[in-house]
């Protein structure tokens, strides 16, 4: 005999609960995955990609957030981005509108970036680009939108990615400049 059905939960029950949580959790399709810590590398670059993104944002109006900010993308799906910059505010307990997501990809979260994560938050309409960046390797993954297309590029050492929003360069060497990926 199979399992009984679980039921799935509401974002309002979602909130509640994770106000209380001492962990993070993810509600993805009605169903909480909780948050996986975060290596040295990951959280080496996370820092180098604020101190890049970060003052960009600010000075065209918008604000970058790392890591502790609910990202809204449906009625049942919520998640915590690595790094998410936001030109719009939305209700207080969540962003709904980003024009920058960041996932810093790691052996325990790369199958939910590159799976759930990319499905939802190429369907936001304020959406940009998505970047997936990797803690064990130098290489940078976007997906950027110009008008209704999305555009795949592969990014390595030495190379730079013109970012939409905010508008400035990244150069992949930058976010990876003194970090042992070795350490994941």
């Known amino acids: 005999m199979g399992q009984p059905a679980r039921k799935a939960l509401s974002l309002e029950a979602y909130l509640q609960l994770e ?3 001492p ?3 993810h509600l993805v399709e009605g ?3 909780a948050m996986a810590g975060a290596g040295r590398a990951h959280n080496q670059i996370l820092t180098r990609l604020l101190l890049k993104v970060g003052p960009k944002a600010l000075e065209e109006g918008c604000e970058a957030y790392a890591v502790d900010r609910r990202l809204k993308v449906s009625e049942d799906t919520v998640f915590y981005p690595d790094l998410m910059v936001v030109c719009t505010p939305s209700p207080s307990l969540y962003e709904e509108a980003p024009c ?3 996932e810093i ?3 325990s979260t790369e199958d939910l ?3 759930k994560k990319l499905w939802h938050y190429l369907r936001l309409p304020s959406l940009r680009a998505y970047l997936l960046v990797d803690s064990r390797r130098a ?3 976007a997906y ?3 008008e209704n297309q999305w555009t795949y590029l592969r990014l390595g050492p030495g190379e730079k990615l013109p970012l939409p929003c905010p508008t400035l360069e990244l150069a992949v060497d930058d976010l990876y400049r003194g970090v042992n990926l070795e350490e994941g």
């Open 105 to 107: 990809l790691s052996e």
């Open 100 to 102: 920058l997501l960041v």
């Open 31 to 33: 169903t909480l995955w």
């Open 23 to 25: 962990i993070r959790h």
């Open 19 to 21: 106000e209380k949580s």
């Open 139 to 141: 290489s940078l993954e």
């Open 113 to 115: 970036d590159r799976g």
């Open 144 to 146: 950027l939108r110009e």
